[in-house]
């Protein structure tokens, strides 16, 4: 079960962090894995790794913002591939703060990597999945994407509009064979989480962990591998009949009081 033979998957932001565990999860069930990612070093060092145990990657520098790059590049892999198909929308960044707190800058950053990123990885995605008679695109939202978390103002805006997308990209390419479905995790322990405990709690990280981690019931964050379980999952055939689904995957985060 869960075999990804003869796929060619392409996964943003999977230089680190949960983008990469899908990349070497993907790639160990046998897609031909393509990192896309603004990481350089991060990047090529993920691919070489996984081409050193035996399976297939390749790195991709490329920006999800820019829809020229990700038109060019994702021909590029389809051409040399033949196939195109799976895509995972996993490239994002987050900003904090209130309303009244977000800059215009912050806010257009956030939007334009988060939502126009995977606004533009779909749009080049779903011309070549057509061509070879289906594919699925599985979108990264988040816990905020339903619920109100303090000082998310422009990040909670952003993962709203990624499963909004995810919904209207499930329904009108029904009759084309392209599943799309959206996970959403509470706090997941990454380099996106370190850097954030980094910036906003210097010589206090060890504390803020502990409090970050509580507030999932379970007691814990999320690892990455946990996630890439459940895309592994979503962009297999053994999933096929679903599409248009958000999955929460958060420790009981939306649903269990404390
Ligand atoms: N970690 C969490 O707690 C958590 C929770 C819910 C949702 N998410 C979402 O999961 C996804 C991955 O999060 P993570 O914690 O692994 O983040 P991360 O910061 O560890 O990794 C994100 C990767 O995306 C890349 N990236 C950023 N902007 C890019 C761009 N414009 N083009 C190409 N690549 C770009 C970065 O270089 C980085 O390698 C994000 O969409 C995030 O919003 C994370």
């Known amino acids: 079960m869960f075999t990804l033979e003869n796929k060619t998957a392409v996964i943003t932001g999977a230089a680190k962090g949960i983008g990469q565990a899908i990349a070497r999860l993907f790639s160990r069930q046998g897609a031909d894995v393509h990192i896309l990612d603004l990481d350089d070093e991060n990047g090529q060092r993920t691919a070489n790794e996984i081409v050193s145990a035996g399976y297939s990657a390749r790195f991709h520098s490329a920006n999800v913002a820019n829809q020229r790059e990700i038109f060019d590049l994702f021909t590029q892999i389809f051409n040399e ?27 257009d950053r956030v939007m334009t990597v988060n939502v126009k990123g995977c606004y533009n990885c779909a749009l080049a995605a779903v011309s070549l999945m ?32 990624v499963l909004s997308m995810t919904y209207s990209i499930a329904r009108d390419y029904l009759d084309e064979n392209i599943r799309c479905n959206a996970i959403s995790p509470a706090r997941v322990h990454t380099p996106f989480v370190d850097g954030y405990l980094k910036q906003h709690y210097p010589g206090r990280e060890k504390e803020m962990f502990e409090v970050l981690s509580k507030t999932q019931p379970i007691g814990r964050m999320g690892q990455p591998d946990e996630i890439a379980a ?13 599409t248009g689904s958000n999955f929460p995957i958060d420790g009981g985060f939306t649903t269990l009081k404390k």
Do not use: P, W
Request: hydrophobic share 45%.
């Open 230 to 242: 459940l895309a592994l999952y979503l962009c297999s055939d053994e999933a096929g009949f679903i």
């Open 130 to 161: 057509k061509q070879n008679g289906g594919g699925v695109i599985l979108n990264m939202a988040s816990i905020v994407s339903t619920m109100g978390i303090a000082d998310r103002f422009a990040y909670s805006t952003s993962k709203g509009a």
């Open 81 to 107: 591939n033949k196939r195109f198909n799976i895509l995972v929308n996993n490239a994002g960044v987050a900003a904090i703060g209130k309303l009244d707190e977000t800059t215009e800058e912050d806010f």
